[in-house]
């Protein structure tokens, strides 16, 4: 009962290298989702996909990209990293019922740091 | 923009004390929902709710939305120090696939 799985757990990246954050989850949940959370700024959505094939931005896409070719995975990819990017970084799932996104599950978190 | 409100900000108690938490908006929230995140792991949903005037208990803990479904609060009896966390609240809105988080409370309980 795996639910949320996001690797590593820590990195460290020199400014303008590049990196993908994986998510994978077993649920079958359609929804996922990538969130960054600063201190004292709350969660952050970046983008977000509906299924297999469909995904959008949210509220900071900006130096990142996504892909969903299954419904299992949800990879973030940063190019040109930048320090404005250290973060920490989260992948969540849910499903959706008639009162909206339901059932939320988080991942442990991946903690980056750009320098 | 749909706004939720988290207060207070930082809240630090002593065990066995009591206490609540608030999560406050000028909008109307189809479901709100409340998580509890400890350091270094991902926010682990606690409840969902859907009615207005609606009132959940998980134990020790109960949640309450507001009849009008533009607030929010968490009550916690006799705390203990496992409920140490930062606690955030997210609500839908309409058709809006995507969740409005508060900023969070961050609790401490001391031994």
């Known amino acids: 009962n795996a639910g949320v799985t996001q690797t590593p757990k820590f990195r460290i990246l020199k400014i303008g290298q590049s990196m993908t954050l994986q998510c994978a989850q077993d649920m079958n949940h359609n929804y996922m989702y990538w969130y960054r959370q600063d201190p004292g700024m709350g969660l952050k959505l970046i983008y977000y996909?509906?299924?297999?094939?469909?995904?959008d931005k949210g509220e900071v896409p900006n130096g990142y990209n996504v892909s969903r070719s299954t419904t299992e995975d949800f990879p973030l990819r940063l190019e040109l990293a930048a320090p404005s990017q250290t973060s920490v970084y989260f992948c969540?799932?849910?499903?959706?019922?008639?009162?909206?996104?339901?059932?939320?599950?988080f991942g442990s978190g991946t903690r980056l740091t750009v320098v | 923009t749909q706004l939720l409100e988290q207060s207070p900000q930082f809240l630090s108690i002593q065990e066995g004390e009591n206490l609540t938490v608030y999560c406050n908006s000028s909008?109307?929230?189809?479901?709100l929902q409340w998580y509890r995140q400890e350091p270094g792991e991902g926010p682990v949903l606690l409840v969902t709710?859907?009615?207005g005037g609606e009132v959940k208990k998980l134990k020790r803990l109960t949640f309450q939305f507001g009849d009008a479904r533009k607030d929010s609060s968490l009550h916690i009896t006799a705390a203990q120090p496992g409920d140490t966390g930062l606690y955030l609240c997210?609500?839908?809105?309409?058709?809006?696939?995507?969740?409005?988080w508060g900023l969070g409370t961050s609790l401490a309980v001391n031994p």
């Open positions: 709710v859907v009615t």
């Open positions: 969540a799932s849910s499903y959706l019922d008639s009162s909206g996104p339901y059932g939320y599950t």
């Open positions: 909008s109307v929230f189809s479901s």
């Open positions: 996909s509906v299924g297999a094939g469909i995904t």
């Open positions: 997210a609500g839908t809105a309409g058709n809006n696939r995507k969740l409005i």
